[in-house]
Nanobody
């Protein structure tokens, strides 16, 4: 059984920091990523991280979050993180964790095979 469990969301003020976590279980993956969806908006890619067997990581980011968000992974815990700094009201959305079982273009949702239930992030002015 494969499970992706997000946590760390909450309600914060503009400029605050949050750290989202996604704990994976059931199998290993080639890459994991974060997507978000705001009310009335399409789901959009936020960040992704891929890795090799030797522990080399590659990261990818939505342009609007570069310099503010950092994606990382703890291989021992099979857990992915999204460190969100200097958050803005525009970051308000449900954030979804996703995992891919093969190499792909990780900026698109079709690359992913498993999805978490989402965690709400709300940023007030």
């Amino acid at each position: 059984q494969v499970q992706l469990l997000e946590s760390g969301g909450g309600s914060v003020q503009t400029g605050a920091s949050l750290r989202l976590s996604c704990a994976a279980s059931g199998r290993t993956f080639y890459a994991m990523g974060w997507f978000r969806q705001a009310p009335g908006k399409e789901r959009e890619f936020v960040a992704a991280i891929s890795w090799s067997g030797g522990g080399t990581y590659h990261t990818y980011y939505l342009d609007s979050v570069k310099g503010r968000f950092t994606i990382s992974r703890d291989s021992g815990k099979n857990t992915m993180y999204l460190q969100m700094n200097s958050v803005k009201p525009e970051d308000t959305a449900v954030y979804y964790c996703a995992a891919a079982v093969m190499s792909s273009t990780y900026e698109i949702s079709d690359a992913y095979d498993y999805w978490g239930q989402g965690t709400q992030v709300t940023v007030s002015s």
